[in-house]
């Protein structure tokens, strides 16, 4: 079974904190994704990586940065926490052919900013 | 850009009656993935069922269909004799052909549908 984890469940953070999310997988993918989950606007990805020290913007990266410096580890970045940021961030990796480039999921950190 | 639709915030279901989901896209791509993702509460997201566009036959997993309509660009999924363990948000998502380029991995998702189920 692919097994994507994640550092944290919750967490609360105070304005202006630098908060760091980690994921990670031992399937050996090559790709991983950073969305951002809010009611009412489903899922929106922030950033992807297809490769170590590899990464792509999504639709929403403002505010955001990533990480990559090993293949089943991606990490994304808040580098000054703000109240809008507060949401549920989900983890995903998926590999390149077949049936392994299905997305697998992270169980999500939902990140409280006050 | 892929959008993706699914008008239907909220559903519900008689236990053991028959539901159907709806999901729209919009491409302009000839090949692609589609996907239906299951998010029960406070727990993980996972795959119900997946569909290559280049398939005509729809695809099936157990309890779980879809009526893809390629020309309609319609993708819904049928969940039969439906179970308490079945509630969940439902999310479909698109995703283009890997040959596209390492963007091509992305998925694109709907808004999603929240499915209640009635004992």
């Known amino acids: 079974d692919v097994k994507v984890t994640q550092s944290s469940r919750y967490l609360v953070k105070r304005t202006g904190e630098k908060v760091f999310l980690e994921c990670v997988q031992d399937m050996d993918h090559e790709n991983m994704f950073w969305y951002r989950q809010d009611p009412g606007l489903g899922l929106r990805l922030i950033y992807f990586s297809y490769d170590v020290k590899m990464k792509e913007k999504g639709d929403i990266p403002e505010g955001y940065s990533v990480s990559r410096e090993k293949k089943e580890r991606f990490s994304l970045i808040l580098e000054s926490a703000s109240t809008n940021q507060t949401s549920m961030y989900l983890c995903?990796?998926?590999?390149?052919?077949?049936?392994?480039?299905?997305?697998?999921f992270g169980p999500g950190t939902r990140l409280l900013v006050l | 850009a892929q959008t993706v639709t699914q008008s239907q915030p909220e559903m519900s279901v008689q236990e053991a009656e028959t539901v159907t989901l709806s999901c729209t896209y919009d491409t302009s791509e000839s090949d692609y993935y589609l996907f239906w993702y299951k998010q029960p509460p406070s727990r993980q997201m996972i795959l119900v069922i997946r569909?290559?566009?280049?398939?005509?036959q729809n695809a099936t997993e157990n309890r779980f269909s879809v009526n893809f309509q390629k020309a309609a660009k319609s993708f819904s999924l049928k969940i039969s004799d439906s179970q308490l363990g079945d509630a969940a948000m439902y999310f479909c998502?698109?995703?283009?052909?890997?040959?596209?380029?390492?963007?091509?991995?992305?998925?694109?998702f709907g808004k999603g549908t929240k499915l209640s189920v009635i004992p």
């Open positions: 998502a698109y995703r283009s052909a890997p040959y596209s380029g390492a963007g091509s991995y992305q998925l694109t």
């Open positions: 569909q290559e566009a280049y398939k005509q």
């Open positions: 995903a990796s998926g590999g390149t052919s077949g049936a392994q480039e299905t997305q697998y």
